[in-house]
């Protein structure tokens, strides 16, 4: 009687996904000048939910908040535990003045450096305006600065609330799918979103990451959620220059 054969099962190794490790230092950078006055209680509500957002998303996060108008540059949270971010009130939060747009963005990127070590980075700036009032630092300065950023893997995103706004930050070289126009009426469903992307980000792979890292808000997602995003044609916007 001829021996039945032996079955061999092959066996199957599932492929390991690297996690990304460490802390993501997220910097929000925030627009309290006098043009925000009109939806000052949506930005609060937007921005509360933002951060709870965060917390629910189970990332690890140190968070720095900066609000910025022509009167002061303040960063009110710098690389704190989300435990420790207070919500916005109508007391702390209070519209006026002109836009020192570059001055934030310069003084939040400075302010990063030194704590972030080689932790991943997302710098998310909301305004409804154009620069108007920076002192310290020149869109020249700012365009190199991000360039040398990005560069080393930080991430950028940019909400404007028009398209000159919009124009703005693609003009700082920000990734044009890191760089949308968001609906102010929608404020709190925008951040809410942005939440859920920034979390999405912290949780991810490291080659997830690097996909997702010059494509925050892709096309796809923008058509998905005309709601809350517009992207203009953005062809003939300036890049660099000594602005």
Not at 2 to 26: E, H, P, Q
Not at 75 to 99: M, Q
Not at 178 to 206: C, E, P
Request: glycine share 8%; charged share 25%.
């Amino acid at each position: 009687m001829a021996k039945a054969k032996k079955k061999t099962t092959k066996k199957t190794t599932a492929k390991k996904t690297t996690k990304a490790k460490g802390r993501t230092f997220v910097s929000f950078v925030l627009d309290e000048t006098g043009s925000m006055g009109c939806v000052r209680d949506q930005t609060i509500s937007g921005f509360n939910e933002y951060v709870q957002g965060l917390r629910n998303g189970g990332g690890k996060f140190s968070f720095t908040l900066t609000k910025f108008n022509e009167a002061k540059v303040e960063i009110v949270h710098h690389a704190v535990e989300l435990k420790d971010v207070k919500n916005l009130t109508v007391e702390t939060y209070v519209p006026a003045n002109g836009t020192p747009l570059y001055d934030a963005i310069g003084r939040t990127i400075r302010s990063v450096e030194g704590k972030c070590g080689k932790d991943a980075v997302i710098i998310a700036i909301m305004t409804d305006g154009q620069e108007n009032a920076s002192k310290e630092f020149t869109r020249d300065a700012i365009f190199k600065l991000i360039d040398e950023k990005q560069k080393a893997g930080w991430v950028f995103m940019f909400l404007g609330s028009d398209k000159d706004s919009y124009i703005g930050g693609i003009s700082l070289g920000i990734s044009a799918k890191n760089t949308v126009v968001f609906n102010q009426a929608n404020t709190v469903g925008v951040l809410r979103d942005v939440a859920h992307t920034h979390t999405s980000y912290a949780n991810s792979s490291k080659c997830a990451r690097s996909a997702m890292s010059c494509n925050m808000i892709s096309d796809a997602h923008v058509e998905e959620n005309k709601e809350l995003y517009s992207r203009p044609d953005s062809k003939k916007t300036p890049t660099g220059g000594n602005a």
